[in-house]
Each structure stands twice: as structure tokens, then as C-alpha cells.
């Protein structure tokens, strides 16, 4: 199944504060949160496009996260360990730097039989307390376009950052209906995290569908860059390894909505992934 990548027409902070507010206008949804950690997601859906939006406090400095998500070649240490993602090559091309991205299923699988993306990536604006950092492809398999992933981050105080994930693309009839029977078939099971009713016992009912769809991929990218984040204090020879387990970990927190592979499953795939793509590197 296609993983769908980034944001279409998505409005956002701009400035330190403008996030800043925005991180005081969901202190009720932070503090008060299902996700086991200060984390509020919204999707939205319209007839062409999908959208995703995860905004978080994580316990980092803010010096900290804006250097570690500066970079391209950070931004693949980080989409690597997204299941569905089997390699990632930063370089420079004639606009600026590119991330060339495969995306496939959720086994190995050869990169010959993934997609490729081209992502543009450049630092928006970077200051001493906000970051802007902005992935975009212009089209992507089966008539989707605009892809885009935005990240915000903003200093709260000298221990905290309130970070913001958008996640979006566009889509077509064939790009809808080839979504559509995956649900009706392999992801017949599949919710979202967003509530929309209770059962008879109070249980929640989650979202289905294509928002499930956008809400799953946008908390596993979100979990990607929480647990780079959380694994820099490791030394560099066992940092990629913390990765792996960090983001491991962090998704079996939902398992109702990520659990995908067993531990050991995910770890050995992505091994030989982030092998071969650091062999795929070494050999420019």
C-alpha cells in the first residue's frame, strides 16, 4: 500500500509566536491527552486531499532539536525508520537538496519494486527559538501530487520544545479507489486515533478509512523524529540501534493502530534497509 507523504494548502505559524500561541490554545488537549505523552492530532479530509497534524511537547531543548533537525541527511536518519519507508539518499540537486525516497510495503522488499520520491528540503527560517523546515515532491504514484511534510518547532523554556507536524498530498480517482480497496481488504481492520462515538459500553469507536489512513502515517512520522530526538544522547556506534527500539517502543503504545510487525521482524528489516542504504552512500 502507498504510503502517502505531506501537506497540501496547510496554514502555517509563521512565526515563534504564532506557535506559541497555538501551543496555549491546546494546553486543555496536551495536559488531558490519550496518547500517553503531551500530543494532540487533528486530520482533516476534502474531496482531492488529506491532511495530518500532530502538535507536541517533547522534553528537549530547543538549541537541541533545531540543530538535530537541520539537515537532510538527518531527515533520512529519521524517514528511515518509518516501516513502509525501504531507503533514503540526500543530494544536491539544481534547486537545492533533494531527498530521494522509496516507499513500499511493509516487509522487505527490493527498492526496485518501491516507489520513488523526489523531495525538495531547505530550512524555511531558523532562529534562535523557531524552526521551519519544509519537504515537498511535486507527484508521487497513481496520480497524487503535492506532497509535503512541514515541521515547526519553538523554545517553551530552556528544557522544553513544542513541536508541530504537518502531513499531506492530493489525490485522484485512481490514487481514491486504490485506497479504498486496500481498506476494503488488507486494512478492513485498520482505525485512526480520532474518537467518533462510543459503543453501548462506553468503548471508543475510531475513525476509519482514508483520515485513518493520514492519521496513522502522520503519528508514525511524528514518532520517527521523537525518538531521533530522544536517542542523541546515545553514543554514535549504538545511536541508530536506540532509534530502532525508541520507535519501536513508541508505536506499540497504539496497537490498535501501529502494530504492524513482531519486534525482532521490524529490527532485522530495517537493519538491512539503513545497511544498504548507508552501502548505497558509501559508493557515491
Known amino acids: 500500500m502507498l504510503v502517502a507523504l505531506l501537506v497540501a494548502g496547510h496554514t502555517h505559524a509563521q512565526d515563534a509566536e504564532a506557535l506559541k500561541a497555538r501551543h496555549a490554545a491546546l494546553a486543555e488537549q496536551l495536559s488531558e491527552t ?3 505523552r503531551p500530543l494532540h492530532l487533528e486530520s482533516r479530509q476534502t474531496a482531492d486531499a488529506l491532511q ?4 507536541a511537547v517533547i522534553e528537549q531543548p530547543f538549541a537541541l532539536v533545531s540543530m538535530a533537525l537541520q539537515g537532510s541527511t538527518h531527515w533520512c ?5 518509518h516501516l513502509n519507508v525501504k531507503n533514503c539518499r540526500a543530494s544536491a540537486g539544481p534547486g537545492g537538496e533533494v531527498l530521494r525516497l522509496h516507499i513500499g510495503r511493509k516487509f522487505e522488499q527490493a527498492l526496485a519494486d518501491a516507489y520513488l520520491f523526489e523531495f525538495t528540503y531547505r530550512v524555511v527560517t531558523a532562529t534562535p527559538e523557531f524552526l521551519q523546515v519544509l519537504l515537498e515532491a511535486r507527484d508521487g504514484p497513481l496520480g497524487t501530487r503535492s506532497y509535503r511534510i512541514a515541521l515547526e518547532a519553538v ?3 530552556n528544557r522544553r520544545s513544542f513541536l508541530h507536524l504537518s502531513y499531506s498530498y492530493a489525490y485522484g480517482v485512481a490514487a481514491r479507489m486504490a485506497t479504498q480497496s486496500y481498506l476494503a481488504t488488507l486494512g478492513r481492520n485498520k ?11 462506553g468503548q471508543p469507536v475510531y475513525i476509519e478509512g482514508m483520515r485513518g489512513v493520514i492519521e496513522r502515517n502522520t503519528m508514525r512520522y511524528y514518532l ?19 532509534r530502532l527500539q525508541l520507535w519501536y517502543d513508541a508505536v506499540e503504545h497504539y496497537p490498535a493502530q501501529l502494530h504492524e510487525r513482531e519486534r525482532e521482524q521490524y529490527l532485522t528489516m530495517k537493519r538491512k534497509e539503513i545497511q544498504r542504504q548507508q552501502a548505497d552512500a558509501a559508493s557515491e
Open 77 to 81: 536518519d529519521i524517514l528511515i525508520l
Open 34 to 36: 490519550p496518547f500517553k
Open 191 to 201: 482505525v485512526g486515533f480520532s474518537i467518533v462515538g462510543r459503543t453501548a459500553s
Open 52 to 55: 495530518g497534524d500532530i502538535y
Open 224 to 242: 520517527a523524529i521523537e525518538a531521533y530526538l530522544n536517542a542523541l544522547p546515545e553514543p554514535p556506534l549504538t545511536r541508530q540501534e536506540k
Open 155 to 157: 523554545a517553551l523554556d
